[in-house]
């Protein structure tokens, strides 16, 4: 059974900081492109970075230059860490795994970052 379980997420002020962390189990994770979406109320889900199994990254513009994801596959475990936050990025977080990060095959249960003063 493939488990995700984020972690990590909960209440920042603008322009902070939060790493989220997915760590996988019951799959060899590292043989998959990782992911990391988010939706926010009244929003459709959205990819906002992926992983390959060959650690090449990409990201949605919205995040580019403040967002990292990276991966350490000895672990199982996906990080995504989050800089010069903005309310916007407020949302429920969900990490992913498939063969292509566009379409998942398993989904994490999702955390709340909240972004606000």
């Known amino acids: 059974q493939v488990q995700l379980v984020e972690s990590g997420g909960g209440l920042v002020q603008p322009g902070g900081s939060l790493r989220l962390s997915c760590a996988a189990s019951?799959?060899?994770?590292?043989?998959?492109?990782r992911a990391w979406y988010r939706q926010a109320p009244g929003k459709q889900r959205e990819l906002v970075a992926a992983?390959?199994?060959?650690?090449?990254?990409d990201y949605v513009d919205l995040v580019k230059g403040r967002f990292t994801i990276s991966r350490d596959n000895a672990k199982n475990t996906v990080y995504l860490q989050m800089n010069s936050l903005k309310p916007e990025d407020t949302a429920v977080y969900y990490c992913?795994?498939?063969?292509?990060?566009?379409?998942?095959?398993?989904w994490g249960q999702g955390i709340q970052v909240t972004v606000s003063s």
């Open positions: 992913a795994v498939g063969a292509v990060a566009t379409v998942p095959s398993y």
């Open positions: 019951g799959i060899i994770s590292s043989l998959y492109a």
């Open positions: 992983i390959t199994p060959g650690g090449i990254t």
